[in-house]
């Protein structure tokens, strides 16, 4: 298959990957927002069982420069999202 290419704006949404393809999409979309500058990203990984939202937030604990991440909140999402903060120090 060829690559597809996805905008790199800081949201993430995985309904449209297979779930063997989350882990290594998820750190190579961290890892590109972080060389574009981008803080704050927004992983939409739905509710469901949690498997998607427990892949995301492993690949999340071993990042060495997320800082932090959180379930998002509000009427939007809530739990069906997660945001993450990058640490944007020497990224380039």
Not at 48 to 63: A, E, I, N, Y
Not at 67 to 86: E, F, K, R, V
Request: charged share 25%; with cysteine.
């Amino acid at each position: 298959m060829d690559p597809v290419e996805y905008p790199i704006n800081g949201i993430l949404d995985l309904h449209h990957f297979r779930p063997q393809e989350v882990a290594d999409l998820v750190e190579e979309y961290l890892r590109t927002c972080r060389e574009e500058g981008i803080g704050r990203v927004r992983i939409i990984h739905g509710k469901g069982k949690g498997v998607l939202r427990r892949t995301v937030h492993s690949v999340l604990d071993r990042t060495a420069y997320v800082q932090d991440y959180h379930l998002a909140s509000g009427s939007s999402g809530s739990w069906g999202a997660t945001i993450a903060y990058l640490d944007l120090s020497d990224s380039t």
